[in-house]
């Protein structure tokens, strides 16, 4: 599509439970870039894929986070055992990569985001 | 490291007065430099970029930004506020313009157009 697509667009889980988020990246962009808004609008980079493979990783809380993005399927965010402090709104966003032409390969195109509430 | 660092968290403005929303960045390498706006419950949307062409940046809406590599600074402006540009302004940079890394953001600046 032509534009970044997030489900759902509301999520609530009781303390404990999983939670998956979806993200549907811009078609024919190669990278795709997760985000965490907190409370006072703090953005947190969480993970980026180049195609199926991870980019870059650094900002994920291993122990409960995982992410993948496999041929052919929207992208995915899971968190195991949700705890409280996981309300936020997740960003996904999605970039060309090279084939978007020099000046605007980098760009990073966000879709609308899931609000998670933890209860 | 790279950081970035917007100067006001809230900016109060009367419709159809000049708006300057300050953000100054840190950078060791030639960053990209973005300013994305946010409305209620709303996702981001790109207003400008820099990205080493043009140090005077246009954007969408009548915004635009100067980028300034002696003040390390990337101001956003609008020589005249309309109510609809009430909303929270991200000041963003890639450190390393070129490549595919995350991107930093600041605090936000939250601006309000009063009639």
């Known amino acids: 599509g032509e534009e970044v697509a997030q489900t759902p667009k509301h999520l609530v889980r009781g303390e404990g439970q999983k939670a998956k988020l979806y993200c549907a990246p811009i078609k024919g962009h190669s990278y795709v870039f997760w985000y965490q808004q907190v409370l006072k609008n703090e953005f947190k980079f969480l993970i980026s894929?180049?195609?199926?493979?991870?980019?870059?990783e650094t900002g994920m809380p291993k122990e409960r986070f995982s992410a993948k993005c496999l041929p052919n399927s929207p992208c995915s965010l899971e968190i195991q055992a949700t705890k409280l402090e996981d309300s936020a709104v997740y960003f996904c966003a999605s970039s060309p990569g090279l084939a978007g032409g020099p000046v605007s390969y980098n760009e990073q195109f966000f879709g609308p985001g899931t609000r998670l509430t933890v209860l | 490291a790279q950081s970035v660092t917007q100067l006001d968290s809230h900016v109060s403005v009367s419709e159809g007065t000049p708006v300057l929303l300050r953000c100054n960045y840190s950078?060791?390498?030639?960053?990209?430099l973005f300013w994305y706006v946010q409305h209620p419950n709303k996702g981001l949307q790109l207003l400008l970029k820099?990205?080493?062409?043009?140090?005077l940046v246009k954007g969408i809406n009548g915004f635009e930004a100067e980028f300034k590599k002696s003040e390390t600074s990337f101001h956003l402006t609008k020589p005249s506020a309309h109510m609809s540009d009430a909303a929270e302004y991200f000041c963003?940079?890639?450190?390393?313009?070129?490549?595919?890394?995350?991107?930093?953001f600041g605090k936000g600046t939250k601006l309000s157009v009063k009639p």
């Open positions: 820099y990205t080493s062409a043009a140090t």
């Open positions: 894929f180049q195609n199926e493979n991870v980019f870059d």
């Open positions: 950078s060791s390498y030639s960053p990209s």
């Open positions: 963003v940079v890639k450190p390393y313009g070129g490549s595919q890394g995350n991107l930093i």
